[in-house]
T-cell receptor, first 112, second 114 residues
Framework: GESVGLHLPTLSVQEGDNSIINCAYS??????FIWYKQESGKGPQFIID???NMDKRQGQRVTVLLNKTVKHLSLQIAATQPGDSAVYFC???????????WGAGTKLIIKP | DTEVTQTPKHLVMGMTNKKSLKCEQH?????MYWYKQKAKKPPELMFV???????INESVPSRFSPECPNSSLLNLHLHALQPEDSALYLC?????????????FGDGTRLSIL
């Protein structure tokens, strides 16, 4: 992902609706992908991960989808709640590598 | 509450001061990381320690000096910092061995350089 300067991409969602946050990753050789949630004043919090031998993985209220053909990753949050308000980052890496390649981040805003 | 603890939460220092940031984890992780994060940007990797040995230094200026005294602790010593070094400094840890494991982050130290 590329930085968009001082303004993060923003997604506004009605409380109770589903949210879909998208990420285009850069390296076709990447084989491990992670989603993080960062609330204001806190560090990134691990949400869910997926390896390249899978195309879907589900957690509690979250689902990650991986489309290797178009190098696309998405995070779906079911029944969005006010506590889901945060910046969401995708990250990719090689399984043998400590270095994460981060997306620019998406700010999720929940409308009451 | 996170399982990676960072102290202090906030730090204000002058350009001639020497200070240290501290990080502690008790998850048995043997890889530990320092990141720098500016507002509205993703974290930038600074250093990686693997089994208490410096594994990666992302061309960080020498005014930042990391130290890993044992498998649970990670320090970042600061000296003669510049105003542009003001940022959130994050520590993270992950399972031993190679990558492909989630990194778990602390809540960071908010550093302001006067």
């Amino acid at each position: 992902g590329e930085s968009v300067g001082l303004h993060l991409p923003t997604l506004s969602v009605q409380e109770g609706d589903n949210s879909i946050i998208n990420c285009a990753y850069s390296n076709s050789a990447s084989d491990y992908f992670i989603w993080y949630k960062q609330e204001s004043g806190k560090g990134p919090q691990f949400i869910i991960d997926i390896r390249s031998n899978m195309d879907k993985r589900q957690g509690q209220r979250v689902t990650v989808l991986l489309n290797k053909t178009v190098k696309h990753l998405s995070l779906q949050i079911a029944a969005t709640q006010p506590g889901d308000s945060a910046v969401y980052f995708c990250a990719e890496t090689l399984d043998s590598n400590y270095q994460l390649i981060w997306g620019a981040g998406t700010k999720l805003i929940i409308k009451p | 509450d996170t399982e990676v603890t960072q102290t202090p939460k906030h730090l204000v220092m002058g350009m001639t001061n020497k200070k240290s940031l501290k990080c502690e984890q008790h998850m048995g992780h043997r890889a530990m990381y320092w990141y720098k994060q500016k507002a509205k940007k993703p974290p930038e990797l600074m250093f990686v320690y693997s089994y208490e040995k410096l594994s990666i230094n992302e061309s960080v200026p020498s005014r930042f000096s990391p130290e890993c005294p044992n498998s649970s602790l990670l320090n970042l010593h600061l000296h003669a910092l510049q105003p542009e070094d003001s940022a959130l400094y994050l520590c993270a840890s992950s399972r031993p061995g190679r990558g492909g494991q989630p990194q778990h982050f602390g809540d960071g130290t908010r550093l302001s350089i006067l």
